[in-house]
């Protein structure tokens, strides 16, 4: 599986962005995406997670309400949409994905990785 992720950029606060990940090379198994964030000085973050099957998706607490993701039909496409967006939401966006079935809730389960791309909130 090949991920790569775009859509960062600079906004202000309050703004909004829509993150892509595009995802290549596909397995014949299902997969999960999550979208993980690291700001500078800080631990990596798993910040929002989309299951294979479209349920039970899950957000951390800090973007519950103002980042929602989805994806496209062919499945070849995870959005990660951000509302409301705060200085502290600036951080190097990642969009990952496992194969296996492990829980999608958990960081280290994550076995493919995409570049990052930047999200900058500041006024």
């Known amino acids: 599986v090949q991920l790569q992720a775009s859509g960062g950029g600079l906004v202000q606060p309050g703004g909004s962005l829509r993150l892509s990940c595009a995802v290549s090379?596909?397995?014949?198994?299902?997969?999960?995406v999550g979208w993980v964030r690291q700001a500078a000085g800080k631990e990596r973050e798993l910040v929002a997670v989309l299951p294979w099957r479209g349920d039970r998706r899950w957000f951390v607490e800090s973007v519950k309400g103002r980042f929602t993701i989805s994806r496209s039909a062919a499945k070849d496409t995870v959005w990660l949409t951000m509302n409301s967006l705060k200085p502290e939401d600036t951080a190097v966006y990642s969009c990952?994905?496992?194969?296996?079935?492990?829980?999608?809730?958990?960081?280290?389960?994550?076995?493919?990785w995409g570049q990052g791309t930047q999200v900058t909130v500041s006024s």
């Open positions: 090379g596909r397995p014949i198994s299902p997969y999960d």
């Open positions: 990952a994905a496992k194969t296996d079935s492990s829980s999608p809730y958990t960081l280290s389960n994550y076995n493919y």
